[in-house]
């Protein structure tokens, strides 16, 4: 049942975040809600391990802010699916981000600002930071099988390839707003309208890659992915799955297959989809063989 963050929260943004046993990095979230905005949102909590952690229903609680129990674990974009279709007719804009961030006072501010300046737009990405303070590339172009293909193969082996620049476009990641081909689910506000005629995340994306799918799906629905640096978050990476990195791997590159193979559909293309197959699974093989040794 979801409830607003209090009594007389103000209709029109939300903030929906995803648990999965997400207890230590969900009360710092939280407590950051406040003043990320200059009036009070409605904020709720999809759990995917619900029932196996009561201590984030108790979190959400003491918080009063909105719990969704999802069955099973049914992945991140299901989850959050899930929670916006809990949310009330009168939410216009969703905050989606992940339960191990930190939003900076009047962020939401900042974004909605921005976001309203266009009915284009159907999403807009913060400035993301990273534990040390370092600027993650969170407004990307769309993976093609130039950019995305030549920078899954050299960025571990040659970090300044003309592949990887035209994907992050890292220069201008840091004080540039401008359109982006997609953009970061770590933060990321969306147009709930843009959001549900699309029919929100794609949820055959168990996790990665959901966000680029929804930005590659909103611009050719003619909606525009803004990147606003004014707005900035902490994404800690506290809550990463380092114990369980080899699956991680596989399904990161699982999930881009499925991307680049809904991207390059049509029989004339399957050779395409197969080499992109062997490609990305001998990929994933060596990584993880190098990661055991």
Known sequence: MVSPSSPDAAPGTAIVTVSYGSGPVLTPFLASVAGASSSPVTTVVADNKAGADGNVEQLAASAGVGYVPMPGNPGYGAAINGAVASLPDSIEWVLVSNPDVVLAPGCIDVLLETALSDDRIGSVGPRVLGSEGEVYPSARAVPSLRT????????????ENPWTRAYRRDAESTVVRRDAGWLSGACLLVRRAAFTELGGFDDGYFMYF???????????AGYRNVYEPSASVTHTGAHSTTSDSERMIRTHHESARRFLSKKYAGAILWPIRASLRLGLWARSTLIVRKLRR
Do not use: I
């Open 148 to 159: 995305g293909v030549g920078h899954a193969l050299f960025v571990n082996l040659w970090t």
């Open 210 to 220: 959901e966000d680029v799918d929804l930005g590659y799906r909103l611009g050719k």
